[in-house]
């Protein structure tokens, strides 16, 4: 029962080529494909308006809106995060020269525990990073009350989190910064791209000029900044996207739903639920097996999902305290962190995307079961 073509973690969407085509008409009519065009400046207005947010800056890709983001802010010494990511949350830290301090997950959605992060605190602490993992909320109003404490930063890197409400409200609303990732690989996708929501418009202006080199005007640079503009192209397949993205969360939704309904009741297969109130972004599907009561290991399913042409994905294994650049921390070292350890030897994400087929995810199932 092999797959004849192997089946993916995920496969972008693309938008009807004829539309996008029309876009790129106008562009080559300008000539103008870069530096705040009129499509970047439609592309930031259309975000704000669909995810209900006030001041957003497009990027080029999520990491350098994460490494903007801390810059915006002076973030210095040592900031409190999670070891369940992506490593470029944490390389972010790295490439402004702060301390990555990690603190161990919550159980339930494997997201920054804030109870840990409130025991990392040092005096050298000035801000927290958690994350929005699989784009599941984080302990929003804990973390708020707890940086309120201790007069710290709060940025959430909200990279899996694309239109993800909290009883109607945007979670990007929360905390003083957060994240988005444009990558081909998430639910909403610029190809490449990104962006960072802000709540005022004097820190949307700094990081507009902290995205272009630090120009405030001609002659006048506010400080080291870098070139992580988006483009004209990125900016308009953006706006294209805007259209359809309800048609891909509706898609992911219907897939998540039956990927629940099938697997209920497999020994050893632990998924996650909805969040009662919570609007998902359905941005990935991971599972946990339990060798004892499954049989075989994560691994071992993994690499036979892998020779029936099903690609999944060990998000996020190995940890980011377990790399080279890291594993050296006090704060990584294993005994500080028994739950992500735990998750991270346990967890595989099956395939979602809009396209996926239903008699694909009952093969993908049948063959787990
Ligand atoms: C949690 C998280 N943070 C940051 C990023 C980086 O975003 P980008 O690939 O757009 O640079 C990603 C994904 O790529 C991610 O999953």
Known sequence: ???????????????????????????????????????????????????????????????????????????????????????????????????????????????????KAESAITPQTTAIMPVHVYGNPCKMERFQQIADTYGLKLIYDAAHAFGVTVNGNSLLTCGDLSVLSFHATKVFN????????????????????????????????????????????????????????????????DIAALYRERLKGIEGIRFLEDIEGVKHSYSYFPILVDKEKYGISRDELYEKLKFYNIFCRRYFYPLISQFPSYRGLASAQPDNLPVATKVADQVVCLPIYPDLQPSQVSQIVKLIR
């Open 1 to 115: 029962m092999k797959e004849n073509k192997p089946i993916y973690v995920t496969q972008p969407a693309l938008p009807p080529l004829n539309e996008f085509i029309e876009y790129l008409k106008q562009i080559w009519e300008s000539k103008i494909i870069t530096n705040n065009g009129l499509f970047h400046q439609q592309f930031e207005k259309a975000l704000a308006d669909y995810l209900r947010i006030k001041y957003i800056s497009a990027f080029s890709n999520g990491t350098l809106a994460l490494v903007t983001a801390l810059q915006a802010l002076r973030i210095t010494g040592e900031v409190i995060t999670t070891p369940f990511s992506f490593v470029a949350t944490t390389h972010s830290l790295w490439w402004n020269n702060i301390k990555p301090v990690f603190a161990d997950i919550e159980p339930e959605y494997f997201n920054l525990d804030p109870e």
């Open 190 to 253: 610029t190809i490449e791209g990104g962006a960072i929501i802000c709540h005022d418009e004097k820190t949307k202006q700094r990081i507009d000029f902290l995205k272009n080199f630090g120009f405030a005007n001609e002659t006048t640079i506010i400080g080291p900044g870098i070139n992580a503009k988006m483009n004209e192209l990125q900016a308009a397949y953006g706006l294209l996207q805007l259209k359809y993205v309800d048609e891909y969360l509706s898609k992911r939704k």
